[in-house]
């Protein structure tokens, strides 16, 4: 498999860690779930991570003498790319090479680039990385939508940016959260207002930046982050409720991307996110009335900004992503934005795909609105061209078509999906993230999702027990936390012991 004269591989890359030592995957210090032969195949694919790896060559090296097909390395490609939160649509880790193979692609640094390790033999990631580096923030959201015509700037050219992202009050997640813009800021300092407010400046030739934050465990002159080296360092003002970094009391400490804080009860992160022309550089209080997809990360928004106004055409949609995304939600709110009279007609696919559907009956109630395919890739290509037959029927014209899928389009395709039907979805796709790449909406899922009739309280710890969580299940997962943590408050705060044992980290 490996040259058994090479060093240990010990890669550090986006937010996880490879250690062939100990064999594993970590995520943010935390061991991933990982099948034997699919960890065996990551560890190969990063250790000739130069070049593209056939087929071949990852069936002979991985597999050695055991008698696999191709669909077993398909399969451990799929599993290795879940782990890792990649996609095939839109690769940032692992790369097919059409015709040839694979190759990882993911910007990665060896321990002994990063320094210094701890004495539990961990790299200090977190603590060392700088922004120049390559590594990127668990809110670098992955939902550029693929579009027929591919367009620079993720919708028009845009780079992404330096933010900060407050996530929530703990004691007022319903405030929802703000982004602050620190590209070229040279200096921020967090204060107590009355609200919560950003001013930009200048003085002595520096680019300086005033937050105000709302609460009174909120100090007057709370803490400062200050750009050194090209690194944001946050520094404790000596405020009376402290600087917390990791559950730690801190008065300095370098930010590295997708570092959480906490200044007064109010939970912070460090990230970034393309910028396009027309969104707003700062959002201050929580997702904008309206939208379809209620984010404050910036490329969200422009999401949101375009499924708006792909909702009022009668183009088909594809929404992709893993399971509990709200990919089915947010299908509903486009068609309840489209003008469409007609109904939103669902159909499940994985039970249509068992027990069959009568394709015209379900077009014809659909008529003048929308059919929404949910699970499409649960479709059996027989299925799916029956459907595609019956929508070349004039009585189809009207109909509206919305899918969502949780495998992506182009790997649908690539193993024999019917082109008859998805090319129905060629013009205009999109990737929701998962929950965890977009923590700095957390605040205001939690107000969203929260059936209480008093709006949800929490403490700063329990706060950052949400935030730190990885949410396997994303939103779905979200809800049925709070549920449960809502049934064991009764009417007062929510903390630590209300919450799940998989989210207070005990399972």
Known sequence: MTDPEAAPLHLCFDEFELVEKTFELRHRGQVVAVQPKVLDLLIYLARHRERVVTKEELLEQVWADAAVSEASLSQAVSAARRALGDSSAEPRMIATVRGRGFRFVAEASTLSALGATHQDGRSPLFASVRPSEGVRSSVVDSAIPSTAVESSQAHGGAAPEEFLFVIMRAAAPAEGGAAICLTGVDELTVERGDSRQVRRYEDGGKRLLRLTLVGEAVSRKHARLAREGGQMVLRDLGSSNGTWLGGKRVESAPLAPGTLFECGHTLLQMGSSALERGIEVDLLNGPLPGQLLPSVLPSLRALSRDLTRMAATPSALWLEGEHGVGKSTLAAAVHGVS????????????????TGAHWPALLQEARTGSLLLENADALPRATALSLAAALDAPAAAEVRLLATSRT??????????APELLSRFSGYRATLPPLRRRIADLGALVSCLDSGAEPVELDAVTAFALCRHDWPGNISELRACLGVARRMAGSGRLRMEHLPPAVRGLS
Do not use: H
Not at 339 to 354: E, I, K, W, Y
Not at 408 to 417: F, K, M, P, Q, T
């Open 339 to 354: 003008g469409r009279p007609g109904t939103l007609v669902r159909v499940d696919c994985v039970q249509a795909s068992t």
């Open 408 to 417: 992506s389009y182009a790997e649908l395709l690539g193993n024999g999906g």
